[in-house]
Every structure is written in C-alpha cells, then in structure tokens.
C-alpha cells in the first residue's frame, strides 16, 4: 500500500510498517504531554500519573469551591438605537492594507468589533477571506503597541500643535521650489488619490511614489513595453485548462490569492463533471501552489528564464516559425508545449519573477497561445499593486544627495524592508522634514520629526477600487480607541481643505461614481439612496466590456530583446547555492509581525511557526552535515545571517528559501527579534527588486529547536489520505476509495445505531477544493476565543488550534506530492471519548454533536487518550490570567475581541471543536421566534464561512434531499478511520489529480 508520511523522520521509521516494531514514547502525546512538567526524568512511573491525576483532582476541587471573580459592567446611559444587547450587528466593510483586499462583513457586539466574515457580494472576493483577514481583527486592540496620540521627535504633543507646525513647513519648503514626496504602499482608494490631488495643488513640488515591498514592478514595465499599458491583467484561471505557473504562489501570497483561489477551484471541483484543469508548477521552494499542482518540477531560479526561452522556441516552432539557438532546458517541455498549443485560449502561463525581461517573455508565450481576451483580460486591471522599483530607487538616490526637502511616509516601513535600507536611513536624516502615519513606532516611524497616527481600517471610513469598475467602502465599526486621525484629514488640513473625509468621500461618489449607474436616477434623493445602498452591501460593481471585446496591440518588438538580455546572463550555477526570498503566509512582508495569531500560525508546507529558517533539501543537507535544527550563516556580498536549517522535501537541490517578515525590531513585543530580517539579501537588478541571490552557507555548532507542529499527533501509518487519478476516477467513480465500500459492507456493531431526534449536523470537506490556506484555523481561533500559547509552549506539543491542516506527503522526498487534509472533532455518533470521562464532561447531543461540558471538566485528559482523531486540546495555564502568557488575553483592550457567546475556558479543562454551537443556536433561536422551519443553509460555522475555495459545506444529514447528504452519499466520500467504527460525522470527499507527466 502507498505510504504517506508528514515527516522525513517518519519516512525513514514509517509506524506500523513494522509488527516488531514498538511506538517511541515521544510520540504517545499524552503520556509526553504530563512528563512535561514534572522533574524526574522523561519517563512516566505509575508514582508520577498518580500525583499528576491526584493534583488535577484537588486543583479542580479548589478552584471549583471558590468565589467567581467579580466583573465590572458600565450600563448604557442613552443606548444606542441600533444596540440590543446580546445580538450582534453587522456592517459591510472592506479590508485593505496595502498588500490585498478583500471585502468584508464586521461582526460587532455592544460596539465592539469581534469577527471578520466575508462579503458574498463582492465580485472579486465572492466570501472568500485568508488568514491575515481573519486575524486583522486582533491588530485593532493592540493596546501595547498602537499609537495613542501624534508625536513630535517621540515626545507626545496635540493635533493643534502637529498643524500649526507641519503647514508652514510645508508652505516655507513650497515657496523656494523644494521637493516634497509622499511615499506610500499601493493606493486603491480614488477618494484618496484625488486628496494626493488637491495636496498637490497647494503644493506643486509634490510628487507621489508608492512602494511596494514585495514588488509586482516587473509585470507592469513589462505590460507598459507589450501593451503600452502600465497594469497587471486579470487573470482568468476558470476558463484555463492548463494552467503553467513558473514560481507564481497563486494560491497562498502572489497579487490576489483569496480572488485565484476561488476561481481556480472552479475548475478543479468535479461536483458530478467529468474534466478538471491541469496545474503544473515549476519553483525552487514548496509553496502552498506547488503543493496542490497535479505536477510540480523544483527548479533553481536561474533556470527559469532558460526554461521559459526554450517553452518559446518551441511553440514558435509548433506554429512554424523560425527559433534561435539556446541551451537546453533542465526539463524536458516538449509534451508540454504541445499540449499547451492544442488548446490555445484555454491555457494560462504565469510567473511569479519580478524581472521585466522574464514577464515580456511571459507576455509572448501567452499571445502565441492566443489567451489575451480570454484566460487573460487587460480591460479590468487589479490595482493592488502599483509601485514601481525604479521609482523608489531614484528617491533613495536623491535623498542621499539632499535633493529632497520633506518625505510624509504612509503604510510603508522601508528602513527595515528595503534591500538598501541603510542609505534610505541616510538619506531620512538630511531631510528638513520627515513625517509618518504610521499607527505603530515601526523602523522607520522611529526616526521621523512628526508621527500623525492613522486610524485603524476598522476605525476609517474609505473607498477602494481593486479592480478596474469594482468599487467598495470602508466604514468604520468602532470610534477610534485613540487620538489617532485618518491621514486623508491630516493631508487635506495641511493643504487648506475646511472638509471631513467623510464628507470627501461622499462628494466623489456624487460627483464621479454614482453617474456610473442607473438605477437610482431621481434628482432629489437618487444619490442619498444609491450611497445608502452601495454602503450596506459594501460593493458597487459596473459591468465592463467583455474581455473579448477590446483588442490589445502587443508590441513584438520587445521580445527578441527581452530573450537575449536573458540568455546572455545564464551563468554556470552548477556549484552554487541559490536563495530564494518567499513571502510567508502568516506575518506577509512583516507588517503583521506584531500580530500573534499569525505568528503561531503554522506554515502549511513546513508547519513551523514562530520563526524563520533556512529550508533546504534533504539531498544536499545530507551533504552539507546539518539535520533540523542546525544554525548555519548564510552569507552573500549583501548581508550575513544566522538561521536554522529546516529540512524540506521539495526543495530544489542546491538552493534554499528563506521566509521574508521577520527579524523585525520595532515590530512590538510580540513580533521583536522573532527570526531574522532576509530582506537585505534582495537586489536591484536594471531598476526592480529581485528576491533571489547567490549565497553561501557556513555550518556552525549551534542548534536552535524550532516550533514545529508537524509530527503532532501522528495517526501512525493509518489510511487518512486517500487519492486517485481523473482517468481512473472517469472508469471507476470509487477508485481510490475501495476500503470505504469494504467498510461499509463490514460494518456491523452489537450496540443500537444512534437516533438523532430532529437534526443530525455534518460537516463535508472536499479535498479537490481544499487547498490548505489555513483561513479556517485562524476563522475558528477568532470565533471561539482560542488562546495563543507562545513558542514555548508549541515546542511543548500544546498548541491550542481545534482546527488544524494536517500536511501529509508521499513518493520522493525530493519531489514529494502533498496532501491537506482538515481535522477538527469529527463528532463520532460512537465517540471514544464519551464513555472514559469520569464525570460525564463530554456527551452526545439528540441533534449528532459531540458536547464538552468545560464546568464539568476535571482534567483527567482521559478523553483525548481516548480520541483516535488527537483533535482535543488541554488548557495549561489560565490564559488570560496567567502571569506567563503575556499576551493580547491579558490586556482588558485585548480581551475585547472576544466572543461573549463563546465561553472563555480555564486552566486543567479539556476543549474542542463544538461545530461552532453557537451559530447552530442563534439561527435555531432565531427560527422559533420568527415561526419558520429552519433553513440549514443559514448555519455557516466561521470554518465553511471564512474559505474562500468553499471547500467546507455544513448540513443536516438527515435531510436526504441536502446537499451534504448528497455529498455523504458521493462515491468519493470516506470517513477518517473507518474501520474503528466511530461512525464520524465529518465526511471527506478523497482526493483527485489528473496523470502527471512523468514524475522526476
């Protein structure tokens, strides 16, 4: 039978592949758990559970005896009208920080904002939110670290005094023709470019640079030089049939992934369909798109360019068309090119790079295919982002050469992120002024003259456009919890303008979006109604002309010169070390560093949180003498740092990735001197940041024990994945899931099957569609007031998280296939845990779940021995009491994120996924008091609601007409550990991928 494994370590002593062979204590999780904390040894005597079971007890019996701790309450003196205590509001907002977008729902209870959900309105977005969305939230009550008021050379000091100062600054800097700039992340919001607008009206000398830290500059000059147009197309993948992605992470960080991932699963869900898209993925590191390909080839980053040269030579010579003379490929792309020119219209060819010759050549591959007009559209443009390299360059240059009188900085933090940062430094100190909006004392908000803290999105109102005639609005769902002030009224302040952003933003939408629809038409109250309208929902979309419709002259001209720029600097990398810089899904470019449920979110390729690290294959650690855990130098002519070695299947042989977004110093106490800073070894090549170098690594005698969660909870070897290929799948509707049939057939019990009185709730997970992102993981954390642990107690295997991506691979371990998979409590009808507990703490409801009752709870953790699935987890410390956990729990703005209708558990109780049982009873409450049958369709738990493939579907299977039921009865669902006959009431629908090539 084909193995899975979820770590080298386990590949090499796969468990139960011996009947010799005896489990290694570490790997029993709770016998590990309890040897933790006690001081004899790390084996476990009957003496030792004995005082451990005894200390439980007494510890319960106290606290159970003493007094509940008295919470203060203020009443409401005038209750706001829109307030009833104990219902939640929503308000329809948008989410952007510079980076992504995406358009949101805001859940708020008694004022406060508690949970990020998606908008299903959008057209961009359809719901979908990631993992930095759901967990935005959090960063609104960072009381530690957010600005309270503006600051004037870090004393504090009042906006009257920041006025009077910054204006005549200004004005005096203005009238002797100085040069003012505005460096800026990505703008997406036209009410804010026209403020730039009127800003530069008063002061003429101003010009405007965005800058984005990990830079899509490439792919705009290149689609300047092809198309004369300056933007980044949208990219179709539900029309593509084969979809080639050269180091393009789609799915996880690269341009819009909430908006590819739900497009792309389109194409991938089968849903009763006979055909699904082909992914191929060549990359150097194992990304979260690499990990969902049907085939992915590691290659080194110097032979991407060789690569694409010779997939051009060869559709050039499908099409009959004369070719030039270049190396070989590493890969053999014949069979490739051939099927790409068979469906031209219907591929899709993508690159991650930033090099402009890279993307012209990109841009070429894909009108020879024929897929402008269809797979990719330049007529509704994403915005996200603009900046373009070059651009920023020059204003280091000028600045260093005192040719820049003022600098305001907004959203940008490049004295710790760009790879010059020290001359950026440099040159801040021979400006007159320096001013930052920034809402935390970041890098480079320390060495301003004057911090004018922006609000907190949730706290502004604003207006996006991410893509071309996609509008959304920004409302604010608390008032600002500090003296902060939007930048757009500090801007408009300084340059005259008597008016409120509000009111701004009201005038533009009058004046230049409202005309753009016809449906409010009446002079009098048209816009007011329109306004009231596009706000609730939170989008207004205007149909553009189809794709097909608007022809785009490409300029071919570019091309012969893009491809001998490229051919002239292949080198011979044979012997070198090649580093490839990836954006980490959870703390991005680092912004986020501060925020500790990204921090403790494992990467889902190599599961490791709380830090950076050096991933490199196991062929060449082998080679080079390090094991996990390993510090070694990495060193170029740029920069030198230490970091642990992770070894990674997948990974290029040769090369190593390193996570960019840590080694922050001013990111706050969470996120300071987490990992190190990587973004010094990028370089600017021909005016564009390049994330990638050539390095050398130095072994060192030092070991660093890194937060890993992957060999958590191992099943053992046991069947969990199952998979199949399309072609054996179209034969044989159950390939792959022959032991589910078996089981079936087999499955006989002596006890009565279970009644469910009513309802029997369900959750189904396809695979096909799941795609690992983890924005469930985070959705459930914000839902159900998970605490957050710290790097310590991960190393210690107690990770609080009730849902989690288990990561599983199989075949090579050079190139391996990946697998995730999504376990939370599978609210077994015959659950294990039921009949161990010794005070009935966990039980089964008449509607199907699998109850914890945490009052009852004594800590014997009998119940997750007991678990097959590992799914439960054991509360060690008061979390938001406990001296030790200093984290957002411990701080009463903190504790304002959490849900009240949630229970917040204490210390030696066991706790669990619960299928968010409060939703499940908000909408059967709601559903009593309006005299109405219960429509299942409106129970969303923050998993299924936060996806944005929509993997996750909710249901009663007891109605057979739902559409989980229909799901239940697919050939292709199985239950996890079937054989046990639990009998779970999570189903998954198995795996399936089209043929690969030929593995290598």
Known sequence: ??????????????????????????????????????????????????????????????????????????????????????????????????NEYCSILV????????????????????????????????????????????????????????????????????????????????????????????????????????????????????????????????????????????????????????EFT???????????????????????????????????????????????????????????????????????????????????????????????????????????????????????????????????????????????DALIINNVNPAYDYPESDKFVNGLANLILSISFSGTIDETTSLVNYVCPDNHYLESWNDVEPRKGFFSLVQPTINPLFDTRASQESLLKWA???????????????????????????KESGFKFFWIKSLQNGVFEINSPAAAEIHHKFNASVVQPAINELVSQKTDNADKIELQLVENIGVGNGKHANNPWLQELPDPISKVCWDNYVSVSPRHAAELGVENGDVVIVSSTLEQIELPVLLQPGQAYKTISIPLGYGRKNAGKVGNNIGKNAFRFC?????????????????????????????????????????????????????GNEMHE??????????????HIGNHWGLSIDLNACTGCSACSIACQAENNIPVIGKEEVRKRRIMHWMRIDRYYSDSVDNPQVYHIPIMCQHCANAPCENVCPVAATMHSHDGLNH????????????????PYKVRRFNWYAYTEAEKMDSYLNSDYGRMVLNPDVIVRSRGVAEKCSLCIQRIQESETKAKLENRLLNEDEIQPACMQSCP??????????????NIAKKFKDERNYHLLEEIHVLPSVGYLLKVRNQPYGRT
């Not at 386990?10 to 933790?36: I, L, T």
């Not at 914890?852 to 997750?864: D, E, L």
Request: overall charge neutral; glycine content about 6%.
């Open 683 to 735: 370089k600017i090549k021909d005016g564009n940041i390049q994330y990638k170098n050539d390095i050398k690594l130095i072994k060192t005698n030092k070991k660093h024990l890194l937060a890993l969660t992957q060999t958590y909870n191992s099943m053992l070897g046991r069947p969990i994945v199952r998979e199949t290929t399309l072609d054996q799948y179209i034969r044989n509707p159950s390939s």
């Open 852 to 867: 914890q009752s945490y009052n009852r709870c004594i800590g014997t953790r009998y119940c997750m021995s007991n678990c």
């Open 262 to 404: 739900r497009l792309y699963v389109q194409n991938r869900k089968l849903d009763g369909k006979k055909n699904m898209s082909r992914h191929i993925q060549f990359e150097t590191g194992l990304s979260l798109t690499g990990s969902n390909a049907d085939e992915r080839f590691p290659i080194k980053p110097s032979e991407e360019e060789i690569m694409l040269v010779n997939l051009y030579n060869e559709l050039l010579q499908i099409s009959g068309n004369s070719t030039d003379i270049v190396s070989s490929s590493p890969n053999n792309i014949k069979r490739l090119a051939n099927d790409l020119w068979s469906i031209r219209g219907k591929s899709l060819v993508l690159s991650g790079s930033n090099d402009v010759n890279i993307q012209i050549l990109v841009n070429a591959i894909n009108v020879l295919l024929e897929n402008y007009g269809k797979t990719i559209d330049l007529s509704t443009p994403l915005y996200i982002k603009q900046g373009i390299d070059r651009e920023m360059e020059d204003l280091v240059r000028d600045m260093e050469e005192n040719k820049i």
């Open 1 to 98: 039978m084909k193995k899975y494994w979820r770590s080298i370590e386990e590949k090499d002593d796969q468990p139960g592949s011996n009947d010799d062979e005896k489990m290694d204590e570490s790997k029993k999780e709770f016998f590990e758990e309890m040897s933790n904390d006690l001081s004899s040894g790390t084996s476990v005597t009957r003496r030792d559970f004995l005082k451990v079971w005894g200390y439980s007890i007494t510890a319960a019996t106290l606290v159970a005896s003493c007094e509940s701790r008295v919470n203060k309450a203020i009443p409401f003196l005038i209750k706001p009208e829109e307030v009833i205590s104990g219902i939640a509001n929503y308000y329809a907002s948008s989410y952007v920080d510079g």
């Open 107 to 258: 859940k708020t209870r008694e004022g406060r904002p508690i949970k990020i959900e998606g908008n299903v309105k959008s057209g961009v977005t359809k719901g979908g939110t990631n993992a930095r969305v759901q967990a935005s939230i959090l960063s609104l009550y960072d009381e530690s670290e957010r600005i309270k008021g503006p600051l004037h050379n870090n004393n504090k000091t009042t906006w009257e005094n920041i006025d009077e100062n910054v204006t005549p600054l200004l004005q005096s800097i203005n009238a002797k023709n100085g040069k003012i700039v505005i460096l800026s992340s990505t703008i997406i919001s036209p009410s804010t470019k026209n403020v730039y607008k009127d800003f530069i009206k008063t002061y003429p000398n101003t010009r405007i640079i965005y800058y984005d830290a990990i830079s899509a500059s490439g792919i705009l000059m290149a689609n300047k030089n092809s198309f004369d147009q300056m933007v980044i197309p949208a990219y179709r993948f539900e029309r593509a049939d084969i979809i080639v992605s050269f180091g393009a992470d789609f799915l996880g960080t690269w341009l819009s992934p909430i």
């Open 949 to 962: 493939a929509n993997a996750i579907l909710f249901g009663n299977l007891k109605n057979e007409n739902s």
């Open 496 to 522: 005259g303008k008597d008016i409120g952003f509000f009111d701004y933003i009201q005038q533009h939408w009058e004046n230049n979006i409202y005309p753009l629809q016809d449906e409010f038409t009446s």
């Open 742 to 755: 078996k089981q079936q057939k087999g499955s006989v019990s002596l006890y009565k099957s279970p009644v």
